[in-house]
């Protein structure tokens, strides 16, 4: 069972460094792509990969499905598509880490849809990820760039999807919602190229694109889901909350490693805090209340070392 959760923790942190990977890999495709010709590759791709793996689950497919998969599938474009194109404009490592600020939206997201109010780890959360915002987007004259805006303002998309998720997999199989939300993202990522981009010709789309776009279908999109449906299996929540939430430190790292990323200290701050602030909001510091009953538990003395044994 100890070498089940071990195998579990590093399934997560494979899906981390591979969607780490992903914005590096996403940037480089848009400059012989549109944003959404690339998220309707991307999309359907995965779509057709997962249904071929797992065909022997439709027998379970209804409308429930459908319906489903329409309104998650939406929530997940909208995402994609604003966080894409804000990358166009910025470097992969702040596209990374603003975006990972959506964790820190879905409490109150969710407050103004349900009123269930935030707690106080949700509260300074928040604040933290708005000073962390502000060392990495706001420059000397307190303005904003408009891919970090953009980058933003996904976050507010990926904390709906993640609320409409919830909603759905309720007694549901996710391996289906997430075939029919991936099929219905990728029917509206290629209307909207049909409408609004020039479709480009396959054959003169570059070799390595081919290659980029084959790695977000196939690792980026369906492998990491296994891993993480796996890892999370296995693993604690508040575990794996915090190795998933290392994907955008391999963001940055990937991304200063291949030359995308001009670190200074100013930014480094500002991942950090938004780094704690993503932290403190996905775990609310429960391994450090583990780890303090630990000691308590190991002196056997009968005696709360902190005040919470």
């Not at 914005?23 to 480089?28: A, T």
């Not at 791709?45 to 998969?69: D, E, M, Q, R, T």
């Not at 990728?186 to 570059?206: H, K």
């Amino acid at each position: 069972m100890q070498r089940t959760g071990m195998i579990a923790k590093l399934a997560l942190l494979l899906a981390t460094i591979i969607w780490g990977s992903s914005f590096i890999v996403m940037k480089d495709a848009l400059d012989n792509l549109g944003t959404f010709y690339l998220l309707g590759v991307r999309f359907m791709g995965a779509c057709i990969l997962l249904a071929v793996i797992f065909w022997y689950k439709f027998k379970s497919f209804n409308f429930y499905y459908i319906k489903a998969g329409f309104v998650m599938g939406t929530a997940l474009l909208a995402a994609y598509a604003v966080q894409t194109f804000g990358l166009a404009e910025t470097t992969p490592g702040k596209n990374a880490f603003l975006t990972a600020g959506y964790c820190v939206m879905v409490p109150f997201l969710y407050w103004l849809i349900a009123g269930k109010k935030p707690d106080r780890y949700n509260i300074s959360a928040a604040i933290l990820c708005v000073a962390g915002i502000g060392l990495v987007s706001l420059d000397s004259n307190l303005t904003m760039g408009r891919g970090d805006l953009l980058t933003i303002i996904c976050g507010v998309f990926y904390a709906l999807h993640i609320i409409v998720s919830a909603r759905y997999t309720q007694d549901s199989d996710v391996i289906l919602l997430t075939i029919s939300q991936f099929f219905f993202a990728g029917v509206w990522s290629w209307g909207l190229s049909f409408a609004f981009e020039t479709m480009p010709a396959a054959a003169s789309i570059p070799v390595d694109t081919w290659l980029s776009l084959a790695y977000l279908c196939v690792f980026a999109t369906a492998g990491a889901l296994g891993l993480q449906m796996y890892g999370l299996k296995y693993t604690a929540p508040s575990a794996g909350a915090l190795i998933l939430s290392l994907e955008a430190v391999f963001g940055v790292l990937f991304s200063v490693l291949l030359g995308a990323e001009a670190v200074t200290l100013r930014l480094l701050l500002g991942f950090a805090v938004i780094f704690v602030a993503i932290v403190v909001s996905e775990t609310k510091l429960e391994f450090l209340h583990k780890s303090k009953k630990q000691v308590c538990d190991e002196t056997n003395t009968g005696e709360c070392c902190s005040g919470e044994c």
